[in-house]
């Protein structure tokens, strides 16, 4: 057993969300007992102590939405032209990046980010991967290098048209195959989706392929959403209907699905989400980056649409999408008094949600029976913090790699900034020399 002594505890449990001078208890990968140090330290006198010192003790961070196989862009230049529009993006960069990819690159591609993750406290991820070229075994690959580091996982692998039917087929294929080995492994450390990359470039006769595969594995789909203005256009010249219609008629929109984005949808495409009780997740700082504009979040919330947050790959610091929506928010709205309230329920409370309709048992909070995603965080603040403001000071004064020590299932990943049995050196070392090689190819 471990036991975290003399934290600040906030455990999202609104029956005792704060305690000063607290200790978790956690045994197995599960948390056992919250409480008072004096009294847990007495009561289980053999366990392991760590020692929090007065920094802050929380469940560790969910990121709803990312992409692994965007990694070996970081620091990448490309002779494409300088892109004008979204879809001159996915053509530029993306869709010569992932053809690129191998299996090993896969691997690696996964390795760097999970490494970022840990040291920033995100213990969850939902990731959508695409390797057109090196579809089968992919999925299996990143799960290898999750299981590896510990990063609790749901994969899924992004089907398109656009490289022709036999590819589009391998990637149902993978999707399928992989859904299936989770359901058998049981296990809720690693879980899958069925991709979909967006409307744009899914013909019908594809998603009726679709659709049929998600069918024989009883699960759902992770799909981009009316991301750019393109994919909206694509949808009325086809469908004579918005994107989030179209898939609301085929019956792609339930809460076994994610999708992803939903920065082009009208108000009677909002009720729509909400009437499929699908979950949303945005990706603000990549929704910027992208130049796509922003989402209508606090309309979606304000509807009883379920919004989470994600990085799309921009980041693995959930911290910082979390300041990114709250700015972002209150400048397209004009009103600075907004987004105060929708930014940590998203992180905090509809994350946890979304993480956990894909998984038997229960995470994002610090109580008994809840899985043991626990980090600490070496923060020291200025001024009064409680359970009334935590979401202030957060917001302002802490970002992920204020995280000293991240624990997911129950096993300590990284402990006073020193990462636990994980040859960093190594694997950062192979990783740029394979996205060096992959630099070449492109």
């Not at 992989?178 to 809720?188: P, T």
């Not at 990085?311 to 928010?329: F, H, N, P, R």
Request: aromatic letters at 8%; glycine letters at 8%.
């Amino acid at each position: 057993m471990i036991l975290i002594t003399n934290g600040k505890v906030f455990t999202r449990d609104s029956e005792r969300p704060f305690i000063d001078g607290g200790a978790v208890l956690i045994d197995g990968n599960l948390i056992k007992e919250v409480g008072d140090t004096n009294e847990l330290k007495e009561k289980y006198s053999d366990a392991d102590c760590i020692d929090a010192r007065g920094r802050l003790v929380m469940p560790g961070f969910i990121n709803t939405h990312m992409h692994y196989y965007s990694t070996f862009a970081r620091g990448m230049s490309t002779d494409s032209p300088p892109a004008a529009l979204f879809s001159q993006i996915l053509k530029g960069l993306w869709w010569r990046l992932d053809k690129k990819l191998t299996l090993e690159d896969v691997y690696y591609s996964a390795v760097g980010p999970m490494i970022d993750e840990i040291k920033c406290g995100v213990t969850t991820v939902i990731d959508h991967h695409a390797s057109p070229f090196a579809i089968e075994g992919s999925l299996f690959k990143i799960a290898e290098a999750a299981k590896e580091l510990g990063i609790r996982s749901n994969l899924s692998y992004e089907v398109s048209d656009r490289d022709g039917e036999a590819i589009c087929d391998a990637g149902i294929k993978e999707n399928v195959d992989f859904m299936k080995y989770c359901k058998k492994e049981n296990d809720d450390m690693i879980k899958g989706l069925f991709g979909l990359h967006a409307s744009m470039t899914i013909s019908d006769k594809t998603l009726d392929k679709c659709l049929e595969g998600v069918a024989s594995v009883d699960g759902g789909f992770h799909v981009h959403c009316a991301e750019g203005i393109e994919d909206l256009a694509d949808a009325f010249e086809k469908y004579r209907m918005g994107v989030i219609e179209r898939w609301y008629k085929r019956g792609v929109l339930s809460d076994k699905s994610i999708a992803v984005h939903c920065v082009h949808v009208s108000k009677d495409e909002i009720d729509m989400l909400r009437e499929s009780k699908v979950a949303v997740v945005n990706n603000p700082e990549s929704n910027m980056g992208n130049a796509v504009g922003a989402a209508p979040v606090l309309d979606m919330i304000a509807n009883g649409v379920l919004v989470g947050l994600g990085t799309d790959g921009y980041t693995a610091d959930m911290l910082e999408s979390y300041k990114v929506i709250s700015v972002i928010q209150k400048h397209v709205k004009g009103i600075p008094s907004v987004a105060w309230v929708e930014p940590p329920v998203m992180l905090f409370e509809n994350n946890k949600k979304i993480a956990e309709r894909f998984i038997d048992g229960k995470l994002g909070t610090l109580k008994e029976g809840h899985y043991a995603d626990v980090i600490i965080v070496d923060y020291n603040p200025v001024t009064p913090i409680n359970e009334n403001n935590l979401s202030g000071h957060l917001l302002f004064g802490v970002w992920g790699r204020n995280v000293d020590t991240t624990i997911v299932n129950g096993k300590i990943l990284m402990n006073e900034r020193k990462l636990v049995n994980i040859d960093e050196e190594r694997l950062m070392a192979k990783s740029r020399e394979l996205a060096q090689k992959l630099w070449n190819r492109i």
